[in-house]
């Protein structure tokens, strides 16, 4: 089956009792048992629910794997990652990172010993130099958060097999439409599902997907026995957003391209961060690991100029200023005050989250509309 059957078809079926196509949303905590253990295979929906296995069938299927499961939200799918570790383990990180993921690794994971090493990553040669014998997990996002650099997972691959850890990848931004992990070596993929695969913005969840027996063992045992499980509604809508992630991804990728070459040309634009551009520092990688290049699209103001890009982020009306992206409507986020205030001001420009930047999660609309209104916003 290739890709845009699975968005649809992958591994569902349709309903036993009734032959629902659809799958029903089972909104249920408890199931009756003839005999005590005599279930039909849920016997209390922290550890299983039909909808949610749906779901966590269909985030298998996308991102060709063997085992999918489904958290609460994406920080929740990352904890359960984390508590494969003991303390005195230690972590390779991409160090520009999503801020709730630096936050839950610096300000919770610390604490309970294990050790992070925040690294650039787009040399994975630099990796292997902070490899140790504790060294028992690299986790890498790609395209990185907002700054849209591109990192060679194969590469990355490479250094893990060699050393024998774990390879996780946030794959939120790209999607499976665009880069699919596991087959490029990784051991884990992660997702924050309130972005692109919900696709709608009404629903926070996680999702991680694995091709390995044991690690899917261990992860569900996690996951039943902390609880940061998703309910049968959210489920129900998230599954019902994979079926459409082919087509909107398509016109994701297709405005962000007109957005980017737009800004680009913008005398009052410093610098556009898009990995389409042939002159992107990771264009290479991003051409031969990606299908397209999304529709996330970064920028500074000339001269880094802060009263410019608030002015501009409140003049947006096609483009809603606000948290969160990967729904059909456009949004525009100010991270250095939004999604990466959590970050030291110092930790962040280090990375190029300077008081400037924009980011704009571009929706779906007509390419014209969204155009238009970046005209009149930036002046
Ligand atoms: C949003 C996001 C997360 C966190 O997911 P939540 O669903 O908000 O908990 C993690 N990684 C990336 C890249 C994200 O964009």
Redesign the pocket.
Known sequence: MKFNTKTIHGNQEHDKAYGAVMPPIYQTSTYAQSTPGGHKGYGYSRSGNPTRTALENSFASIENGTHGLAFG???AAIDAVMKLLKPGDEVISTSDL?G??YRLFTKIFEGFGIKFHFVGMENASEIESYVTKNTKLIWV?TPT?PMMTIIDIKACAEVAKKHRILLAV?N??ATPYLQQPLDLGADIVMH?A??YLGGHSDV???ALVVKDKDLAEKLYFIQNASGAICGPQDSFLVLRGIKTLHIRMQRHCENGKVVAEYLKNHPKIEKVYWPGFEDHPNHGIAKAQMKDFGGMVSFTTKGNDYELAIKIVEKLKVFTLAES?GGVESLAGHPASMTHASIPKEEREKIGVVDSLIRLSVGIEDEEDLIADLKQAIG
Request: aromatic fraction near 12%; hydrophobic fraction near 30%; charge should be negative.
């Open positions: 939200s994406g920080l999503y709730g993921t996002e958060n946030d939120t931004f924050s309130t972005k926070v969840m996680g992206l």
